[in-house]
């Protein structure tokens, strides 16, 4: 047993932006690209929810 056992195990980043794709097949491509859509839709998920309490904050001052 090393004394090395503990440390924890870094994991390979699912994709970067700019990385190499000449080495992965076209499954680990096409897998790439689901879990890319799959980002853009809770990032987008999280700017409409932005716009509506933002929409919402200005219908409540504009009341005033």
Do not use: N
Not at 38 to 58: C, F, H, M, N, V
């Amino acid at each position: 047993m090393s004394i090395f056992d503990d440390e924890p195990v870094k994991r390979a980043k699912a994709h970067e932006i700019g990385q190499d794709l000449s080495l992965l097949s076209v499954g680990e491509l096409k897998e790439r690209i689901g879990t890319l859509k799959a980002e853009i839709e809770r990032i987008q998920g999280a700017i409409d929810e932005k716009d509506e309490t933002k929409s919402a904050a200005e219908a409540l001052f504009r009341r005033s």
